[in-house]
Nanobody, 124 residues
Framework: VQLQAFGGGLVQAGDSLRLSCAASGLTGRYVSWAWFRQALGKERDFVAGIHRGVRTYYADSVKGRFTISRDNAANTVYLQMSSLNTEDTAVYYC???????????????????WGQGTLVTVSS
């Protein structure tokens, strides 16, 4: 199983950016996907998740600004980010889990597979 996250970069506050996570070796309706982020000196926090391809979850800090989606044909998960601000600056990681229950979607310890991370820097 391999997850490859890409799409990060340097943007200005208020801009939009889309991250992608291409997955290989992992398919099926019992797979849940998520994006986490880790700012410098901080813990890796949950950003958004999609449980078994159906229900979506978001951290309060990104609700209304970020959208997680999945393209089953391309086996790719996306994170569309808009109205970015400097507090969104972080390394963003995609993750996947098999058989995750809904109450564990936000728990990074429950994810089996991780991408390498992609840096998003938002300048003011």
């Amino acid at each position: 199983v391999q997850l490859q996250a890409f799409g990060g970069g340097l943007v200005q506050a208020g801009d939009s950016l889309r991250l992608s996570c291409a997955a290989s070796g992992l398919t099926g309706r019992y797979v849940s996907w998520a994006w986490f982020r880790q700012a410098l000196g901080k813990e890796r926090d949950f950003v958004a998740g999609i449980h078994r391809g159906v229900r979506t979850y978001y951290a309060d800090s990104v609700k209304g600004r970020f959208t997680i989606s999945r393209d089953n044909a391309a086996n790719t998960v996306y994170l569309q980010m808009s109205s970015l601000n400097t507090e969104d600056t972080a390394v963003y990681y995609c993750a996947a889990a098999i058989g995750l229950i809904t109450s564990s979607v936000t728990n990074r310890g429950q994810y089996d597979y991780w991408g390498q991370g992609t840096l998003v820097t938002v300048s003011s």
